[in-house]
């Protein structure tokens, strides 16, 4: 029977490190020898053999979303949300290594062409669209955008099937009521310093993975050219304006599966006013469509993310406003320090 009581944190952890971007992370090799001198040091059963199943999901916490010096830091209102969601996350795995099962880790993973990149567009004067900027279907109808040629070749489509295509995503984007195209500064770009897991994250997730026998497979989402994934689960728009299936655009559906079979699901993450946000909708309305009851089981652990505030783009009040509509909807408000009898009550 797994301690309920924190563990203490290993040898090879230091936390000065959870706060430095060049920290790549140990070997593995030394993390597995650390990770089987320390499961024989506290009797730590394998995970396979727990009887009640807690899964962790850390969305995105990447090195460009995580630090002052990424690409894209995910500050929070604070000035250090990014780095104290990071903090939090790692220290909280390595405290409750013998009651985690298992942990899935998502990476956004981007490419230099794509709908919500300033690469994607042009202005109606032939000069680039700045990051920041939100374009809206009146703006492609009117002209004051148009599709990059650039992308258009890539996808082998003409300019006239791409704007049209750029005007019907901006309309179906509307519609949902959610938000309008946003560019995105470049970020996560697969491959890049900025897209890997931030180092002692991947330390805590391969020595828990070492130390109980978990899988701990990381997830990748966000390839397609043409729509956002902001949801793990599912991309924002599946179709073309002419019906055909939108390229990678796929629903995460074992993903899904995997963590409905678990007791508890606790939620980390960035940023908790998009990522974070639009996998936990998606979590809880199919949560919805089986069992409303089991809604329960998502555990929002609030310490451990964290909203974008960006020059001129404060997203607080809408990550607040979700985490408010989650828990509405029977999803609890936790903190990484709370008790572990708290995830099951």
């Known amino acids: 029977m797994p301690t309920t009581s924190p563990l ?55 090195v460009d979303f995580c630090f002052p010096s990424g690409a894209l830091y995910v500050a929070g209102r604070s000035g250090t949300g990014g780095m104290d969601a990071l903090r939090q996350t790692v220290a909280f795995i390595y405290r409750r290594l013998g009651v985690l099962s298992d942990i899935t880790c998502t990476l956004d993973s981007h490419l230099p062409y794509q709908v919500f990149f300033p690469g994607a567009h042009l202005t109606e004067d032939g000069a680039p669209v700045a990051a920041h900027t939100v374009i809206t279907a009146a ?68 020595f828990h993975a070492f130390a109980r026998g978990a899988a701990n497979a990381p997830v990748l989402k966000g390839d397609s050219p043409l729509t956002e994934h902001y949801s793990v689960f599912a991309p924002e728009v599946t179709t073309c304006w002419d019906g055909t299936p939108m390229p990678r655009a796929e629903r995460n559906t074992a993903l899904l599966e995997r963590l409905l079979t678990a007791d508890v699901i606790l ?55 979700a985490l408010a509509d989650f828990q509405a909807a029977g999803a609890r408000l936790l903190t990484t320090t709370d008790p572990v009898e708290a995830w099951w009550s």
């Open 267 to 321: 939620v980390a993450g960035l940023a908790s006013s998009h990522c974070v946000a639009a996998s936990v909708a998606d979590l809880l309305a199919a949560i919805r469509q089986r069992n409303p009851y089991l809604a329960h089981r998502v555990v929002l652990l609030r310490d451990a993310m964290a909203p974008v505030v960006a020059p001129g783009a404060d997203f607080t009040a809408a990550a607040e406003q």
């Open 139 to 206: 703006d492609y109808r009117a002209g004051r955008y148009r599709p990059n040629p650039a992308l258009a070749a890539q996808l082998g489509v003409s300019l006239e099937w791409l704007a049209r295509q750029f005007t019907d995503y901006c309309t179906r984007l509307e519609a949902t009521g959610k938000h309008a195209l946003y560019i995105w500064p470049y970020h996560c770009l697969t491959g890049t310093a900025g897209h890997r897991l931030a180092g002692a994250l991947d330390d805590a997730r391969l």
């Open 8 to 62: 203490p944190l290993p040898a090879h952890y230091h936390p000065s490190q959870t706060l430095d971007v060049t920290y790549a992370g140990q070997s593995p090799e030394a993390l597995f020898r650390a990770a089987t001198d320390w499961r024989q040091a506290h009797d730590l059963s394998p995970a396979s053999a727990d009887a009640r199943r807690a899964h962790l999901l850390v969305i995105d916490m990447q």
